[in-house]
Structure formats: C-alpha cells, structure tokens
C-alpha cells in the first residue's frame, strides 16, 4: 500500500473545516441579512443597525465573524468603519454558496422590511450632500420645526377634506384619527368593538360633539347604506381574522364614489412582535390587499409603502386607497 504524503493527507480535512466554516457563517438569519445589504453597499455599524433594528453589540459581533470568515472587508473613513462585501473577491466555492442563499431568502418578509429601510437611510446619506450646499434652506427647515412645530403640516392638509363629510372612522381604538379629523368634517362616527377602547375615546373626544362612538363588530356595521362619505380602517385590519366582510360592510356604507383610506401592517416575519400585539395576521402584501378591495367592489385600488419613521420600531405600514 503507498504511503500518502503529509501535505496530501492535510489538505481534505482543511477544506472540509473551511466548507464548514463558510456554512456556519450562513446558518444565521442576521448574518444573512447583512450580507444582502453589504452585498451592494457600504454601510456602517450605525447604518447596519438603523437598517436591521438591531442593537450596536448584536451588529459588530456578526461583522466580526463575518469579516474573520472572509465574507466581508473593513474600511475606516474618520471614526466610521464601513462594511462591504466583494462578490469577485470571494472564494468560488464560498460565491457559489452565498448565490444560492441570496436566492433562498429573496422572499423573506423581513428582507423586504430591511429593503424599505435601507432605502429610506440611503436618502438621507445623499440628503447629507445637498444640505452641505443647500445653505439657507437648510437652515429653513430647522427653524420651520423650531419655531412652528411640525403639527400645522397635518392640519393643513386635514382642512383640504371637504367640510361636509361624514367619515366613519372604523375600528377607531381610543379616538386618535376621529380627533385628528373632527374639527374638518361634519360627522365623525366612530365604531369599535371593544368597550375599553370607546371608554377611552369618549375621554379624549368629550369636547367633539360632531363625533358619535358606537361598539359593534365591523362585520356588521350598524349604519346605513350610503350614509357616508369616506371611511378609514387604521391599523384595524390587521386583528380581524376575516377582512372580507368588514371590506364589504365598509363599502355598503360608502356613498357612490366615497373613498375607503386603509393603513396596516407590511408582510413581516416578527412572530414575537404579533404576539405581543394580539394581531391575527402577520401584514398583507399589496397585491392582496388590491385583490380583497376589488372583489369587495371596489375601484382605483391602489397600495403602496409608507416610508418608515427613524423612531418607529415596528414593521413598516402601507396605505391603501379606494372608490366604491
């Protein structure tokens, strides 16, 4: 029997630890969520968290693993260190395990919610240049909010409904939309299920008497047909384990051309977080929610993603809007 040199019988088991390597580098949800933003960016930690909602620690220690493994490089620019991965630098069979992991998470929920955030910081990077040499306006805007507030915004547009609306505020919780619209329309009805909540909302709107608070279940509407002329569901449809009939019930409502503005959840996969909130439902992809309106009766459908709020720590939001 020949006898195998050391170098031959030590290279299979050193490739076999770095294959190892490489898929344990991928067996983490976080790590293959930063490497689909490193992939096509350069971002910093505070970036990275800001993106993934993730805390300073959590980040470093899987950037620290990652570049260890080879899979991403570190460059300082002042007291920042940016991350990127090179996809040409990478080992081809490491490129060849992270393409068909890129591709297995391509319908993730929560790298959709990563994408919207991502794109919302990259805005705000490119923002950085033009403030530099915007002068004067910029300095517009700080002393807009300094000396103003920002509320005004809301309340001017509020004014563009027309006064003589009736707006039924569907699933109205504790009142904050019906007081946000009160002082514009003629009539707010306000309908909720729990008596919590309108327990809650009579409180906060007892100096509204245009705004009338009734508990049923949205499935069955305790209002007239086509008595009114726009109705909101404001992260509302997100608890209802059938939206179906609270859509139709919602039209029924509606007069002839009366508009029906929905805010709810984006698809997400925060199983912890929909616990926590009671929800039923983990957010709705678009092309849902424009299929539920249509088959409801409804026309002009049209959903699209909000921009999520630097503050917020839940999932992104969508506003949809439609015409009976």
């Not at 170098?7 to 390597?21: C, D, Y």
């Not at 959903?303 to 503050?311: H, T």
């Amino acid at each position: 029997m020949k006898e195998l040199s050391p170098k031959a019988t030590a290279t299979p088991p050193r490739k076999a630890e770095v294959l190892v390597g490489w898929m344990d580098s991928l067996a983490d949800r976080t790590r293959l969520r930063l490497l689909r933003l490193l992939e096509r960016h350069e971002l910093g930690v505070a970036e990275l968290c800001e993106v993934l909602q993730l805390p300073q620690s959590t980040v470093s220690r899987h950037l620290k693993l990652l570049r260890d493994q080879g899979w991403v490089r570190s460059r300082r620019s002042g007291t920042t260190h940016l991350y990127r991965m090179i996809l040409d630098e990478l080992e081809p069979a490491a490129r060849k395990l992270w393409l068909l992991a890129r591709e297995q998470t391509e319908q993730w929920a929560t790298v959709r919610q990563d994408e919207l955030r991502l794109q919302r910081r990259l805005r705000q990077r490119a923002g950085g240049a033009e403030a530099f040499f915007a002068g004067a306006a910029a300095r517009w805007d700080r002393l807009r909010r300094q000396f103003y507030g920002e509320s005004f915004t809301a309340a001017a547009l509020l004014s563009l409904i027309p006064r003589h609306y009736t707006v039924a505020d569907l699933g109205c919780g504790t009142g904050p939309v019906a007081a946000a619209v009160a002082r514009h329309v003629k009539h707010v009805i306000g309908v909720d299920s729990s008596a919590a909540m309108l327990r809650a909302a009579r409180r906060r709107l007892a100096d509204q008497p245009n705004v009338v608070l009734l508990r049923a279940e949205l499935g069955a509407i305790p209002l007239a047909d086509q008595s009114c002329d726009a109705a909101m569901l404001v992260l509302v449809l997100s608890y209802i384990p059938e939206i179906a009939p609270v859509l139709s019930q919602a039209r029924r409502i509606l007069k002839p051309r009366g508009r029906l503005v929905i805010v709810d959840l984006l698809p997400h996969d925060r199983d912890d977080f929909r616990r926590q909130m009671g929800q039923v439902h983990a957010g709705f992809a678009s092309e849902y929610i424009q299929r539920q309106l249509r088959q409801a009766g409804f026309r002009d459908a049209q959903v699209q993603p909000l921009p999520p709020e630097p503050s917020a720590k839940g999932p992104a939001l969508f506003l949809a809007t439609a015409r009976r």
